[in-house]
């Protein structure tokens, strides 16, 4: 015995992909993604990476250690970063990089062993 509800097959599958790709869609999180990479050769403390409406923090940050976060910025922005050395020098840059609200976007940020703070890659998707 076989019901028939009123859909034909290809109606089925085309709205079983709509809802797919919706909740696939739904489940990204937006925003940049912001990886620093200690290369200093020694812990930094306090990292602070800045941008509009938010900030992400991470105490300690050992060598060759990697940090991520996600940054979702209120409006137009660009990234701020600063930290501390082991002996207690404080560093802050502002770096060149563009983003919006809702941007996808991963930017790598890696912290050299003279301490300066380079953006490495930035990757878009």
Partial sequence: ??????????KFIVLCVILMLT???????SGVVVSVKNESGGNIRNLK???VGGQLEKEILNN???FSGNANPTSE????VEFEDDKG????????VYFERNYRRT???TV???????VKKEISL
Avoid at 1 to 10: A, D, E, L, Y
Avoid at 24 to 29: I, M, P, Q, T
Avoid at 89 to 96: M, Q, T
């Fill in 23 to 29: 909740l696939v869609g739904c489940s990204k999180k």
């Fill in 107 to 109: 930017i790598l940020v």
């Fill in 89 to 96: 020098h404080k560093v802050r840059k502002e770096l060149d």
């Fill in 49 to 51: 990476v800045s941008y």
């Fill in 64 to 66: 060759l250690d990697v």
């Fill in 1 to 10: 015995m076989i019901i028939r509800i009123g859909c034909s097959w290809n």
């Fill in 112 to 118: 050299t062993p003279n301490l300066n703070i380079e």
């Fill in 77 to 80: 922005s660009h990234l701020v």
